[in-house]
């Protein structure tokens, strides 16, 4: 079964990528998430960036559920 | 002095709190546009020391947003710029000038004689080389970075928090663009200079919460304001075999100061006196240990949170306790 995802991105990552996308795929944690935005994203195996789900941070086990909002949220940089 | 009136009449804050200002010492790493703000809030504020690391001189496209600098000061360095500015503002303060860039080489020379870390540098290298320096010499540091219309503000090495490099490993290889590469409203800066600012005094001033452990995400487009706290555990501060060392705010303390025998570590002549406190320096903790065998948790107090920890660290190795625990930060 497919599973929805929203993700809102920051930063660069926003200029590079998208400000939101919706991803049709299933996909059981924040590794494989990860896995998968690196795939299909090549920049994001070049940036250091956070994961948040609901507006927590997370760590790689950190499961997913349906209709989750994550935020990928790399540095800034200026100041 | 009736120049802090103001802020030493609101109740929380009081003249101890302006004394805590007196007595901290805050080094800003950056005169840019996230530094002259902080620079010139802390210094109004009456903080006792601030360093000021720039190694760059004044242009005219830096007057947008960089406030402590006009066109008399075109050409001159920034720290040294900015040092005239905070001594006619409030010749009170020490202003200690390193007019030079901040590199690895004396990094850590720099950073040693202050109590805090303002992060206003520009680039992630340089937030690397303070995070690092900041880990080793154990004192917290205040992040804060700006991206076109969005800032990021958060409080590393404080409380056991996540480290800027464990949040974000050192894989980039792509440069993440600056103001110079990106453009940037004057007022973005400014903001997030003002919100690092009030982080710090309030770390100092042991006022309110803290950010920490809390990444502040904010947008000035659409004004949306957005914290993300780290599911990321608390680091064991204790080594293998040792009991647990667990850090507690001044209000996880009050809200459970039943369960704890509070233990003042500080020297016998500071003050104010912590009336439910039994007074033993950090200095003569291990001969006085008996002294602390009791049915409650075991948890130390100092000024800052240094010697609280210290304290707590050293007894850990004894084998006599199940756990202990230290305030992180000043009681009041």
């Given at each position: 079964m497919e599973t929805h995802h929203r993700i809102t991105f920051y930063g660069i990552l926003q200029e590079r990528i998208a400000s939101e996308l919706s991803l049709n795929v299933s996909l059981k944690n924040v590794s494989e998430m990860r896995s998968y935005l690196e795939e299909n994203y090549p920049i994001l195996r070049n940036i250091p960036y956070l994961v948040a789900i609901n507006r927590t941070i997370s760590s790689l086990e950190n499961p997913l559920a349906p209709n989750d909002h994550i935020a990928i949220l790399p540095p800034f940089s200026g100041g | 002095m009736s120049r802090y009136i103001r802020q030493t009449c609101l109740a929380e804050f009081g003249p101890e709190g302006q004394n805590r200002l007196k007595e901290a010492s805050v080094v800003v790493v950056g005169a840019g546009g996230i530094g002259c703000p902080v620079l010139q809030y802390l210094a109004a504020a009456g903080l006792g020391t601030i360093g000021i690391i720039d190694g760059d001189t004044v242009e005219e496209s830096n007057l947008q947003r960089q406030v402590l600098f006009g066109t008399s000061t075109l050409g001159e360095n920034k720290a040294v710029a900015a040092a005239g500015y905070i001594h006619n503002l409030n010749p009170h303060v020490n202003v200690k000038v390193h007019a030079y860039p901040f590199t690895s080489e004396n990094a850590s020379s720099i950073i040693s004689g202050y109590d805090f870390v303002i992060d206003c540098t520009d680039n992630l290298h340089t937030r690397y080389l303070i995070d690092e320096c900041c880990e080793a010499l154990q004192k917290p540091w205040i992040y804060g970075a700006i991206h076109r219309y969005e800032a990021q503000v958060a409080i590393f090495n404080y409380h056991g928090s996540p480290t800027y490099l464990q949040l974000f490993?050192?894989?980039?290889?792509?440069k993440i663009p600056d103001c110079v590469d990106n453009g940037v409203l004057g007022v973005l800066p400014g903001l997030t200079g003002m919100l690092q600012a009030t982080e710090c005094i309030k770390l100092i001033t042991g006022i309110g919460e803290p950010l920490v452990g809390q990444l502040l995400v904010f947008n000035v487009l659409n004004m949306q304001f957005v914290t993300f706290p780290f599911a990321v555990k608390k680091p064991r501060i204790s080594g293998e075999g040792e009991c647990p060392v667990h850090l507690l705010s001044a209000r996880e303390y009050r809200d459970n100061a039943e369960r704890y025998l509070l233990v003042d570590v500080r020297?016998?002549?500071?003050?104010?006196?912590?009336?439910?406190a039994k007074r033993i320096p950090l200095s003569e903790i291990h001969l006085r240990?008996?002294?602390?065998?009791?049915d409650k948790e075991i948890v130390f107090v100092c000024r800052s949170g240094n010697r609280s920890r210290q304290a707590a660290m050293s007894l850990a190795?004894?084998?006599?306790?199940n756990q202990l625990y230290a305030i992180h930060e000043a009681l009041y």
């Open positions: - | 490993p050192k894989q980039s290889i792509e020297e016998s002549n500071e003050v104010p006196v912590f009336p439910m240990i008996d002294e602390l065998i009791t190795k004894t084998n006599r306790f």
